[in-house]
């Protein structure tokens, strides 16, 4: 029997979905490089090497040893001017992919449509279906082919309209220049210096998404989920008699 | 079929790797390449650019209370600048130093640290961000670079304010010197601060006069000065990029 082939990603979702993937990769990986300068992490306002940490990574005090190995930096040696000047001009760029793709997905019905669940789905006892249907390695619903499952509606929900913009308006927050133009924002995180840290804990989020993310994908059929983000079609599972 | 399914495997797994490799080697070739350089560059522009349409020229960088300083004010860069000018100034306590300021001004000057002090003063507690990612609260007092500067008289077609120093973090030649723009310079936070916690400023911090521009981090807060030149472009300057570490690839605008 042929396979069901179904067109399943806008084009609009496959050229942001992989614009995203290298930007947060480069954004991510000066981030680390930047981590390294001062790889100690601070609640409140103030912190530096005198004061307590929250968090410690070490690395600086032994020379040439430091807290993120090189191939996890941008760019591999120390620079922390270079990762500066990728990590500004990769974040511009998300800034305008994610306001561009929150238009788009709000007006074509993506978000509504494709990504929050129905009253149905989130009831306890679907979810409960949902996480052994996850646990079964089975990630298609039959009653939905080709639309994402709850658990994986959910994640992505956190990360578009939770992890993103706590992103932002942690990174914001570091900069002086907005600090003076929106003192709030230090009032609402508690400081810069905790800003700094929630920057990087849900930078470490973001990490295990995309962890759990790859994983998925591969669990799922890596060629044929592979296929429907760049081309946009995908080959439904076949029928299972059971 | 198994093995057919694990060679798949293998072969993305290997695939991807060598990706994240190539990938990773490209970024470094690119970081070094000049004209790729310039591309990453033009954000500054764009962060600039922004950040002055939301700050205007008045907003003022948070000033705390007593009680939010930090219990040490670390310092960074030259903690005791070996040149010997600066040596034979800090032998005779700064009673020889002076400030010199000159450039696109009228009135050229060369002020004692007695006449600084003259000066009505500005008393600011704020935070100070290093570009390397820490803070630390200090509370500062000296003049408002305005003053001096309408002590001076700008002549119009002035545009920036370079501050030159006394200290050399590489060779003796190469001293530290900073910029900043005229919305910056005469920003009413934007001092030249001969105090720090209510005692005259350690050496380690910059004595005895050293800049405050607190919407911007740390490097801009250029210590041990003894000149400031008005000027039209920072092109023909050093590096040419407006800094010690400007020419070193930092940015030129750190309100970021």
């Known amino acids: 029997m042929e396979p069901t082939v179904i067109y399943r990603h806008s084009v609009v979702t496959r050229v942001l979905h992989w614009l995203n993937a290298v930007c947060v990769l480069l954004v991510l990986m000066s981030g680390l490089q930047i981590f390294n300068a001062h790889p100690r992490l601070y609640w409140g306002e103030y912190g530096a090497n005198t004061d307590p940490a929250f968090i410690d990574l070490g690395g600086q005090h032994a020379p040439g040893q430091k807290a993120f190995p090189q191939w996890a930096t941008l760019p591999s040696w120390q620079d922390l001017a270079a990762g500066r000047r990728w990590h500004f001009f990769f974040a511009w760029v998300l800034v305008f992919n994610s306001t561009l793709y929150l238009l788009v997905s709000f007006v074509n019905g993506h978000v509504r449509r494709d990504l929050v669940p129905s009253r149905v789905e989130i009831s306890p006892r679907h979810l409960v279906q949902d996480l052994r249907n996850h646990l079964r390695l089975r990630f298609s619903s039959r009653k939905a082919p080709g639309h994402y499952n709850t658990l994986q509606k959910l994640a992505y929900l956190v990360v578009i309209f939770g992890l993103a913009p706590m992103m932002l308006i942690t990174g914001l927050t570091l900069s002086p220049g907005i600090d003076a133009a929106a003192p709030w924002l230090l009032d609402l995180l508690g400081g810069r210096q905790s800003a700094r840290t929630l920057h990087f804990l849900t930078a470490m989020l973001i990490v295990l998404f995309i962890a759990v993310h790859l994983v998925m994908v591969l669990l799922a059929g890596p060629l044929n989920e592979l296929r429907s983000m760049i081309t946009g079609r995908f080959e439904l599972p076949p029928e299972k008699t059971e | ?256």
Not at chain 2, 24 to 44: H, I, K, M, Q, Y
């Open chain 2, 1 to 256: 079929m198994t093995s057919r399914i694990l060679t798949r495997r293998q072969m993305l797994l290997r695939g991807s790797s060598v990706l994240g490799g190539l990938l990773l080697a490209g970024c470094d070739r690119l970081t070094n390449a000049p004209s790729f350089r310039r591309v990453l560059e033009g954000a500054e522009g764009l962060t600039y650019r922004s950040q002055r349409l939301l700050l205007g020229s008045g907003a003022l960088a948070r000033e705390f209370r007593e009680s939010d300083l930090s219990p040490v004010f670390r310092s960074n860069g030259t903690s005791f600048p070996d040149t010997d000018l600066y040596q034979r100034l800090l032998e005779k306590e700064f009673a020889d130093w002076r400030l010199a300021v000159g450039g696109l001004v009228a009135k050229p000057l060369n002020l004692s640290l007695s006449a600084l002090r003259a000066m009505p003063s500005r008393t600011q507690i704020t935070r100070h961000d290093c570009v390397e990612g820490w803070s630390a609260i200090g509370k500062w007092r000296g003049v408002q670079l305005s003053s001096v500067l309408k002590l001076a008289q700008v002549l119009p077609h002035a545009r920036y304010v370079v501050f030159h120093c006394a200290d050399s973090l590489e060779s003796d030649e190469d001293t530290y010197y900073e910029s900043v723009d005229l919305l910056d310079a005469f920003h009413p936070q934007t001092l030249l601060a001969y105090e720090l916690n209510g005692k005259p400023l350690p050496v380690q911090n910059g004595a005895p006069l050293r800049l405050r521009v607190e919407r911007q981090l740390g490097y801009k807060q250029a210590k041990y000065l003894i000149g400031i030149d008005v000027v039209a472009g920072l092109g023909g300057i050093r590096g040419g990029k407006g800094g010690f570490w400007e020419d070193r690839g930092y940015e030129w605008y750190a309100g970021i």
